[in-house]
């Protein structure tokens, strides 16, 4: 859909100006004006979906004009553009009613992708007025974390994101370990962008933007990709992951993150970010000790009550006991995953998740649960102590919003 945009300035100089900088095929300019009644005029006439206006200091014209605009023609969406922003120039713009005022851009694709992204903004914004719509708070951002690499983080994310898809949910699926990243074999695809070219190529991301470098899965979860090469990884910023996943959350119904097993700033990032963490560990001495540490780590970070704690591959023949991970890293399992070396490998060669692959198997169950009881609302219980018949019921009442974890 094209976004068409009314250009008004009293100074012919500026009309060019700004018309120059607007060179994007998804944008039309429909015209310019002076200001005044002929502006009042041409948006009435012409329905612009934007209108940029220049703003200078003590324009109260330009300011009067913005405050007609943002109060009788909602859908009509104002941007401010001022060769510097200082106090008063910001007070007096708010004061009108506008909050998208910026310098003049740099160059012509970060003035068209600011346009895109205040476009798509306002009109969430808007059409959040018109119905019974889930606001973009109720988005859930679900990180995978474990302290050791090998304990079938990316196994767990790639499946459960596709358990989330099959309840006609958008999910979006983040590789953030930026170095190593290999969603894409588990999903086998090819993509042809990654989260590299993304920050280097959009300056100021809008869901647009953000999806046409995503690869879709078959099960109709969005992946975004790791970078193709490790030394790409540097070019990932906590505060560009940080405007990445702001975006997500107000399109997707679930933001699935898998991380690298360290604690950089922009897995810190994803962590801070998140609704819930994951946190994988397994029935190895040194990954408990490890995760022991971890935990503590995210308890100073004022983290740890959003974790719920996996124990992958449990089995019953090792030393450890599932019970003993409890004891040694003093933190309550929320459930545990079986072991089946055969089917995980399969599906890993195969390019297939098991929940696709083998949807009877025990893996896939388990993922399941965990799968519903996100869907359901509430992860604050523990699926350990809960019953078969409690669990079923939890996957048939999705709608209920709240667990007592005390209940059960």
Request: glycine letters at 4%.
């Amino acid at each position: 859909m094209k976004i068409k945009v009314l250009v008004i300035s009293k100074l012919e100089k500026n009309l060019e100006s700004i018309k120059n900088m607007i060179e994007d095929e998804e944008i039309i300019i429909l015209g310019d004006s002076c200001g005044g009644t002929q502006a009042l005029d041409k948006i009435e006439n012409m329905s612009p979906d934007m209108v940029i206006m220049f703003l200078g200091s003590g324009d109260t014209d330009v300011l009067s004009l913005t405050e007609r605009i943002i109060l009788h023609k909602p859908r009509t969406h104002v941007i401010l553009l001022a060769e510097y922003i200082d106090v008063n120039i910001l007070q007096s713009a708010i004061k009108a009613g506008a909050h998208n005022i910026i310098e003049i851009p740099t160059s012509q694709k970060e003035f068209a992708e600011y346009i895109k992204s205040v476009y798509h903004n306002e009109n969430i914004r808007i059409n959040s007025l018109n119905g019974n719509q889930n606001i973009a708070w109720m988005s859930r951002v679900v990180t995978i974390f474990g302290a050791k690499g090998g304990l079938g983080k990316t196994t767990i994310a790639t499946n459960l994101a596709i358990k989330l898809a099959e309840s006609h949910k958008k999910v979006a699926l983040i590789d953030l370990d930026l170095q190593f990243g290999d969603i894409h074999i588990f999903l086998d695809i090819e993509p042809a962008d990654t989260i590299s070219e993304l920050v280097q190529q959009v300056f100021t991301p809008n869901i647009d933007s953000v999806r046409s470098y995503m690869a879709v899965h078959s099960s109709g979860v969005h992946v975004l990709c790791a970078p193709k090469s490790p030394e790409y990884a540097e070019l990932i910023s906590a505060e560009k992951v940080q405007s990445l996943l702001s975006v997500l959350r107000t399109y997707y119904d679930y933001v699935i993150i898998d991380t690298p097993p360290s604690f950089s700033d922009v897995t810190l990032t994803a962590i801070e970010s998140s609704s819930t963490i994951l946190f994988v560990t397994g029935l190895d001495i040194s990954i408990l000790k490890n995760s022991k540490l971890s935990l503590s780590l995210l308890d100073s970070l004022q983290q740890k009550d959003k974790v719920r704690l996996i124990v992958n591959r449990a089995v019953d023949i090792s030393s450890i006991t599932v019970e003993d991970v409890q004891k040694i890293i003093g933190c309550p399992i929320w459930t545990k995953i079986p072991s089946d070396y055969k089917i995980a490998v399969t599906a890993l060669n195969r390019g297939i998740p098991f929940v696709i692959s083998s949807p009877g198997s025990k893996l896939s169950q388990s993922i399941s649960t965990v799968a519903n009881v996100l869907l359901s609302g509430s992860d604050n219980f523990d699926i350990q102590s809960t019953s078969n018949k409690k669990l079923k019921s939890i996957k048939e009442n999705r709608g209920f919003k709240f667990f007592n974890k005390n209940k059960y």
